[in-house]
């Protein structure tokens, strides 16, 4: 982060606001982007002087939400709609009406993505079959309980994601929901990914080189390949990045204590969160659009203006 | 385990020797067969009243010591060794004498197998380069330690090994010794592999259709494919076994609650220990007789005699 273009307070009031973003190893990118639209409301909420005050607020805000979760292109997004929108707004006012315009977009469209990528997933979910599921996607969870709810039987089968272990939270949440679990260790997809029939993911952000999700998709994906398991990320077109950008999540490392907390002398952990899976090893990207192949993808990666604060060379 | 040929007394001897071994979920199996040599002299130590009930106690030993770790070759070949070894004796000196000698060749050729392995392995570490090094192999410890030992200077990555970690205790191992260690989770071997110039494994037990290593040992075969980093297992040709033995590993599922203790309702944990590397996804299998490929295995599968207390069909 640069000098914050807000005043302390506010710094600290957003600081506050986005520490359980950027601690949060449980939840998927859509999830948080829906959290986060509450950081932005709260911003708003505060007292505002000038017009100037506030558009410097917001864009902090914006900010320190991508630094939070570099990988979660939904953020990205989310911040760079409402720089936008602001940009030309003149009273504080007028900032505030169309700052709100453009988070309640964002959430309808986030709500309407998920809904439709589930009507989409459903023809993929063989009746009776074993569906793999990997680390937590809350596209994922809608789409099998969609599924579920629609009257298709079907087990889903789903591994740890060590270290943050998402993955029990994706067997809890799918278990209350009525569909029948096997949970295994990551190490052992091998062992059970031959019996499925298909295996989902979520993802974090999406550009020409790939797909990039919570570190061991790229394993799920070459044990798919290996086993002949289609394998489909379900994600909404609002983690499409720049191809620049892409990259950012490769300045996600942990603290190795998350892994192991008392390494000997002479051990140096390692903890990335996330790896990118090449387009050239997924079945399909399974979008509000349809399903995806590598030759769909280029108008959604360069159909979008990035807010002058927001290129990467201004952060 | 059928009707024990052991009185009670010998039983609980035997099953409170073995528990250990049946709960050892972090030692490699060639570490394993140096304890259970120590069983079968505390087992001959005892009051033995006549020839054939030296025998009964031994074979059911033997019987008890397999069924404990059945995917750990060495204990089947330890066996089995000391039951053709007694087959003919008379009396119980002879028994105790024939097996003490059997005992003594098997430990004998366990560590001289470890130590022709480490000077063969010496020459796949390059100078300066990363290894990779998967679960806790002693033979791989031992081909590692002694390749620093000799002044090689390398660094080694490894990964936890879930659910029993025994990952960790391979680095503690590794940096006690002087080796610079780099530690990660198992979902991220596709984030390290691709900077190793080999990876190592070690093996319980080799057939035709391949070799069984912990869990976890079938995608680090198919990542080093993919990434084009050699995979060589370090092992004995103590470790071969008839095809249909191979097979025995399925049966060591251990409970889920060493996975995920408290298992939401709906949640069946999957808790199987190893998995099968064909031959084709290795580079070749470092043995005290040089580095074998698939087409050198023959002659090793097939040329021992397999006493008729422990053919699979008395068991």
């Not at 005043?7 to 986005?18: C, M, S, W, Y």
């Not at 950081?39 to 558009?55: A, N, Y």
Request: aromatic share 6%.
């Amino acid at each position: 982060m640069n000098t914050p273009e807000a005043d302390k307070k506010v710094a600290e009031q957003v600081a506050n606001l986005i520490q359980p973003i950027r601690d949060d190893l449980l939840s998927g990118a859509a999830e948080i982007a829906l959290r986060a639209i509450t950081v932005f409301q709260s911003v708003l909420s505060g007292d505002q002087i000038s017009p100037e005050q506030v558009k410097s607020n917001l864009t902090y805000t914006a900010k320190s939400l991508i630094d939070a979760q570099p990988a979660m292109a939904p953020l990205f997004h989310l911040g760079n709609d409402v720089l936008l929108a602001i940009e030309n707004a003149q009273t504080v006012e007028e900032i505030r009406n169309r700052c709100d315009t453009a988070l309640a977009k964002f959430e309808k469209m986030l709500c309407a993505s998920a809904s439709t990528i589930a009507d989409i997933a459903y023809d993929l979910i063989d009746p009776g079959e074993l569906i793999f599921a990997y680390s937590f996607s809350s596209t994922v969870v809608s789409a099998l309980l969609n599924a579920r709810a629609r009257g298709r039987f079907f087990r889903v089968v789903c591994t740890e994601a060590r270290p943050s272990m998402e993955g029990r939270k994706l067997a809890s949440r799918l278990a209350s929901g009525g569909i029948e679990v096997i949970h295994t260790f990551d190490n052992a997809m091998g062992l059970v990914l031959g019996n499925c029939s298909a295996a989902f993911m979520g993802c974090d952000c999406i550009a020409r080189p790939g797909v990039v999700n919570k570190v061991g998709s790229w394993m799920l994906a070459i044990a798919c390949r290996e086993l002949n398991v289609p394998l489909y990320a379900l994600s909404g077109t609002e983690k499409f990045v720049t191809d620049e950008r892409l990259f950012e999540f490769e300045k996600h490392e942990r603290p190795g204590v998350e892994v192991w907390d008392n390494t000997p002398k002479g051990v140096a952990v390692l903890n990335q969160q996330f790896d990118l899976v090449p387009f050239n090893l997924l079945t399909g990207l399974v979008t509000e659009k349809g399903i995806l192949k590598e030759s769909d993808i280029e108008p959604y990666v360069s159909n979008f203006s990035v807010h002058r604060s927001l290129t990467l060379a201004s952060i």
